[in-house]
């Protein structure tokens, strides 16, 4: 397994790197006012990524400072 979850990554690299840095540069820095709008897009930029990877529970939720992003996917429905 581990060898196959290396490979894949190997395969899926620079997609990986350049989904990273489209994230990175979103200037949601949540400490400043500022970037309230750009701390928003971060969070919905997060909500997409889950949605995509397959996760089956994926929520933005607005709080009274910044938004959270919760995802789950149950692999094992016994634990």
Excluded: C, N
Aim: zero cysteines.
């Amino acid at each position: 397994m581990m060898s196959s979850t290396k490979q894949y990554v190997e395969t899926h690299l620079d997609r990986f790197l350049d989904e990273l840095m489209d994230f990175l540069r979103i200037p949601s820095v949540g400490t400043s006012k500022q970037y309230a709008a750009a701390t928003r897009q971060a969070a919905e930029f997060v909500q997409q990524k889950l949605i995509a990877a397959g996760a089956e529970q994926v929520r933005l939720i607005d709080t009274i400072g910044y938004p959270l992003v919760y995802g789950e996917r149950v692999i094992d429905k016994s634990l």
